[in-house]
């Protein structure tokens, strides 16, 4: 999904359905009678070769007082902020009011890209309306039957520069995962890459709400950059800010918290999770914060697996250490769950910090850059094969079914995170337990602790010309006989 669109606009103009015909389905209920949406509803929307996520809101009204229309009316202004492009939806039949021109000064103020469209225009009835649109000062309105998918092709217009845009700045964003290594370089060392202005390192913070985020990003920058507070969940959407830490340049992003998915029933809270899962995505490393009161609950479990099956470097912070008595008995307690809840991530760093006094922060950071290492680690083929055979030797591979694995060959494939590929015979016959007993090793004598590591198993190809082929039956064999006894 390369944007994000947000269809908003007075009361039954249209709105539910446009969202239902750009996402193929009638996912949200149409009547006639306004004010039928109440929530947020967001889906996967196809225009020609444009994918993107589409956002149906409740109509705007003039309240701004906690009524359910004025509630209503936040969520949809929030949904505003968080959309990169706002499609401003008029009735072409009812004409311009003048809550249309609130709304359409608020969107100028609060949206960088509104596209204005004169829905119900099908039809000469709607020709006043939609002259009268320009009065708006958004441009010319795109003339649109979201009923009947008249002018989509206009919108589709409209929307194609600006994914090209989005798309361009995703991919100027995106970090470098998956790199596939340079096999002219042999076994020569690569260095790892060294964050710069142009491209800092990407640091995502996670967690449960209130875990403290947002204070920590803040003493990180040593200003209040980020709001904060006791209340749970304050942080809405993925805020991005750049900044130089030790003299490393970063773009950190603040998460909103992520409870478990049973207990999200706000809308706004799904966006908002939403929101964060693309940040782990947008990441290098992804700093897991836990709550040093309640740590390794079921959803930070979750959230670190997250990011061990996206690929990224993982270092995991307690936060609010400065109100714990028993500190090495409770760090040791940590250690201990760490390793037997999170196999997946062993030896991955474990800092304790306080973002209320800034003590554990060059921990921290320190944790942060080793993660970077790591994740970039690359082994020499020699190194790789010569540690290969002692491991075999040590355990070799089980023969299921008479069969016996040989593994032959072993080399270096990708980093970001580092991946290895093991030539054998009958890759599909290597359990699961074998092969996680070779990655354990990796981690442990080439010193990749925490760090996500792919390993596959690939077949040779055999020069045996007959595999393959069906054996001959007895009937085949007794006729090729006979005929050769009586040449």
Known sequence: MSFTLAIVGRPNVGKSTLFNRLVGKRLALVDDQPGVTRDLREGAARLADLRFTVIDTAGLEEVTDDSLQGRMRRLTERAVDMADICLFMVDARTGITPSDLVFADILRKRSAHVILAANKAEGNAADAGVIEAYSLGLGEPIRLSGEHGEGLNDLYSQLMPLADQFAARAAEDAPEIDVTLDEDLGDMEQATPVPTNAKPLQVAVVGRPNAGKSTLINKILGEERLLTGPEAGITRDAISLRMEWDGVPMRIFDTAGMRKKAKVQEKLEKLSVSDGLRAVKFAEVVVVLLDAAIPFEQQDLRIADLAEREGRAVVVAVNKWDIEDEKQAKLKDLRESFERLLPQLRGAPLVTVSAKTGRGLDRLHGAIMRAYDVWNRRVTTAQLNRWLTGMVEAHP?????????????????????????????????????????????????????????????????????????????????RKHTEGRRKD
């Open 397 to 477: 591979p089980p023969a299921p079914q008479g069969k016996r694995i040989k593994l032959r060959y072993m080399t270096q494939a990708k980093t970001r995170p580092p991946g290895f590929v093991v030539m054998c015979s009958h890759p599909d016959k290597v359990p699961d337990s074998y092969s996680r007993y070779l990655v354990n090793g990796l981690r442990v004598d080439f010193d990749m602790p925490g760090t996500p590591i792919r390993l596959w198993m690939r077949g040779q190809n055999d020069a045996n010309p007959y595999k393959g082929r069906k054996k001959a039956g007895p009937s085949k064999l």
